[in-house]
């Protein structure tokens, strides 16, 4: 039996604080992200971890790294 341990690479996202809201003009692209992931998943099978690299958020500000529930 092979031990790999995988992990999902993505750099670069860019969220912003309005992701998921009425003026998110990324929803699309997410969206494609996510299904990629998902496909990514079924071809490799068990992924262990996902790490993000690069600029996480657009301009850095703490206001953007909030997070809300509703």
């Given amino acids: 039996m092979n ?3 995988i992990f999902m690479h993505l ?4 969220f912003s604080k309005d992701s998921n809201g009425v003026l998110d003009l990324d929803v699309e692209l997410r969206s494609k ?5 998902k496909k990514m998943k079924q071809r490799l099978g068990s ?3 996902i790490l993000i690299t690069g ?3 657009y301009s850095g500000q703490k206001e953007e790294y909030v ?3 509703t």
């Fill in 67 to 69: 997070v809300t529930s």
């Fill in 55 to 57: 600029d996480i958020a």
């Fill in 33 to 37: 992200l996510e299904n990629d992931a």
């Fill in 47 to 49: 992924i262990q971890g």
């Fill in 3 to 5: 031990d790999c341990i």
């Fill in 11 to 14: 750099s670069d996202i860019h």
